[in-house]
């Protein structure tokens, strides 16, 4: 009997992201501007009040394009990636097809997704310029955008920031919900304080997300151009730039999203398109979150944590009596109670559906009456505590030598520094993370359900 090699091909996703009316290509699937891809008046409003910038519209139509694709294609179940043949309706096809721009654009997205991009322009039936001037004013004295999710690093990197460079000076550029709960008129009156589009997909396929960071890079970006500022600030910590990239498994492509290896490409596509010398920054890159927390909590006006989140659960899955709250166990939640608890901040129990993390099981360990419990939920906790542990096995196992010197020497050259001093202050980064991760585990019960699924000799 005779084998035969079967090579999977993964077939192209064929996009138009047109106007109503213009003709698709022959096998493309139509994603409508005004409904697939709907620009919002208001978003764009809060970039656009100064200055009408028709590239830095087309960008965030392509940002939009890409959330689109990346919800509406599912992932092989052999293989991560996919392929998209894009084509999107923007003012200038001449400035979007020359060499330096579809360049950047498609190294940014396929370096970031995993996937393959390649994208093609056609004119606009007639220019998008339509938002009325408002009375909306930047700080005569900004000096730098951060985005801002009211997490976590985002609140204690704002205040040291603040701190430094004086409250005026940074503007921060809400991302994702938040904002939500403030009157209208007030975010009307305030500026990058909605993401200025939405996407609606007919069925979406694919839940990983990875063009994310691409949407939030560019909404920075683009607020960094209209504020007139060249530094963007990023706030993760060492353990949320590294981790997603080093500590993977199986076929799961390496998360770069807030890494100087993605956002360095980011900033190639914004001096391509539009000459900007903005440059994405990481002032805590060499810090654990637990050491920025710790930082920010000892100012004269430290930040509050009471009501910032971190966890990764939908709302109908996080809930204890109609009340929402943060699961506990997810690999975000595990980060976020380890650096809590090694700055010395205390957290109440309810904060989380899983109280007691020294409880002997994961039941026993849940808030009293959730009877929420799902596989998925067991597979995040045993998933949240392999992440930390991964991460800390990168400082000292012989068999990460390597990897860890790469990365360093990846990181170094995209920074401009010495490979072998990067090296340096990522495995201190490292060692750092996992005396603490050992720390957190000691603090608990040496039943502890989490103690059982690490790996950590105790």
Not at 194 to 207: F, G, N, Q
Not at 331 to 359: K, Q, T, V
Not at 400 to 416: F, G, I
Request: charged share 20%; glycine share 6%; net charge neutral.
């Amino acid at each position: 009997m005779t084998t035969v090699a079967v090579r999977l091909v993964d077939e192209p996703m064929v996009v138009d992201i047109v106007e109503p009316g213009v003709q698709v290509r022959p096998g493309a699937e139509l994603a409508e501007l005004g409904a697939a891809i709907r620009l919002s008046t208001e978003g764009l409003e809060t970039y656009f009040f100064s200055n009408w910038r028709p590239e830095l519209f087309d960008l965030l139509v392509v940002a939009a394009t890409t959330e689109y694709c990346d919800a509406a294609k599912a992932r092989s179940t052999v293989s991560w990636a996919r392929t998209f043949n894009v084509r999107v309706a923007v003012h200038d096809p001449g400035l979007w097809s020359s060499a330096p721009v579809q360049s950047a654009l498609e190294d940014a997205l396929t370096f970031l997704t995993g996937d393959t991009w390649s994208f093609s322009f056609v004119a606009r039936q007639k220019s998008a310029e339509t938002m009325r001037p408002l009375s909306l004013e930047l700080p005569a004295n900004a000096k730098a955008i951060m985005p801002y999710s009211d997490g976590l690093d985002s609140r204690a990197v704002h205040a040291l920031i603040a701190q430094a460079l004086g409250g005026s000076a940074l503007v921060r550029v809400r991302l994702g919900s938040v904002g939500v709960d403030d009157p209208l008129r007030e975010r009307r009156r305030a500026a990058f304080t909605l993401v200025p589009y939405k996407v609606r997909v007919p069925a979406r396929k694919e839940s990983s997300a990875r063009s994310r960071g691409f949407k939030f890079a560019v909404v920075t970006g683009v607020a960094a151009q209209i504020a007139n500022v060249e530094r963007i600030v990023v706030t993760e910590s060492g353990q949320g730039a590294f981790g997603p990239m080093m500590a993977v498994s199986g076929q799961i492509y390496p998360d770069y999203r807030v890494h100087p290896l993605f956002t360095t490409r980011m900033e190639v596509l914004f001096e391509a398109l539009v000459g900007s010398s903005a440059r994405y920054e990481y002032p805590r890159l060499w810090s654990t979150k637990a050491e920025t927390l710790a930082e920010a909590a000892a100012l004269p006006n430290p930040p509050t944590w009471d009501d910032t989140r971190s966890c990764w659960q939908q709302s109908r899955h996080a809930s204890v009596d109609s009340h929402r709250r943060q699961c506990g166990i997810c690999a975000a939640c595990m980060l976020r109670r380890m650096s809590m608890f090694n700055a010395g901040l205390a957290e109440p129990a309810d904060s989380y559906i899983w109280e007691d993390l020294s409880a002997p099981t994961l039941e026993a360990g849940a808030a009293p009456g959730f009877t929420g419990i799902t596989e998925s939920m067991r597979e995040h906790a045993i998933a949240g505590v392999l992440h930390m542990d991964h991460l800390a096995e990168l400082a000292t196992a012989p068999s990460a030598v390597r990897a860890v010197r790469r990365v360093a020497r990846e990181t170094a050259e995209v920074l401009h520094e010495d490979p072998v001093a990067i090296e340096a202050l990522l495995r201190s980064l490292l060692a750092r993370h996992a005396a603490e991760w050992h720390r957190f585990l000691a603090a608990l019960a040496p039943t502890s359900f989490v103690r059982g699924l690490s790996a950590v000799q105790q």
